[in-house]
C-alpha cells in the first residue's frame, strides 16, 4: 500500500511563503507522476502542480511563476514551494502520485492565507 504523507502547511499573511513536502512510502522513481491538487471549500479540485517522472513541470496558469515544484528522489519527497501567497491559494492541499493509471492521495494538508 502505497502511503504519501504531506507537511508544511499552515497559516500565513499575504505574500508569505510556505514549503509543503510529501515523502512517499515507496521510491519516487516508480511513480509516472508527482505533484499536488487543492480543493478550497465550495470549489472543485484543481490541479496546481506535477513533475514527470522526466523532470517535466506543468503549473496551474493561478499559480505560475509563484510556485515552484521540486523532488528528491533520494528522499522519495516532492516540494511545493509557494511565494507570493493570496488569500485565493487557501485551501487542502493533496499530494498525488500516479502509475499504471491509479492515482495515490495523502491526507491532504491545509494551507491558509489571511488578507
Known amino acids: 500500500q502505497v502511503r504519501l504523507v504531506e507537511s508544511g502547511g499552515g497559516l500565513v499573511h499575504t505574500g508569505g511563503s510556505l514549503r509543503l513536502s510529501c515523502e512517499a512510502s515507496e521510491t519516487s522513481l516508480s511513480f509516472h507522476r508527482m505533484g499536488w491538487y487543492r480543493q478550497a471549500p465550495g470549489n472543485q479540485r484543481e490541479s496546481v502542480a506535477f513533475?514527470?517522472?522526466?523532470?517535466?513541470?506543468n503549473y496551474a496558469e493561478s499559480v505560475m511563476g509563484r510556485f515552484t515544484i521540486s523532488r528528491d528522489t533520494a528522499k522519495n519527497t516532492v516540494y511545493l514551494q509557494m511565494n507570493s501567497l493570496k488569500p485565493e491559494d487557501t485551501a487542502v492541499y493533496y499530494c498525488?502520485?500516479?502509475?499504471?493509471?491509479?492515482?495515490?492521495w495523502g491526507q491532504g494538508t491545509q494551507v491558509t492565507v489571511s488578507s
Open positions: 498525488v502520485a500516479s502509475r499504471n493509471n491509479y492515482d495515490y
Open positions: 513533475i514527470s517522472l522526466g523532470g517535466t513541470v
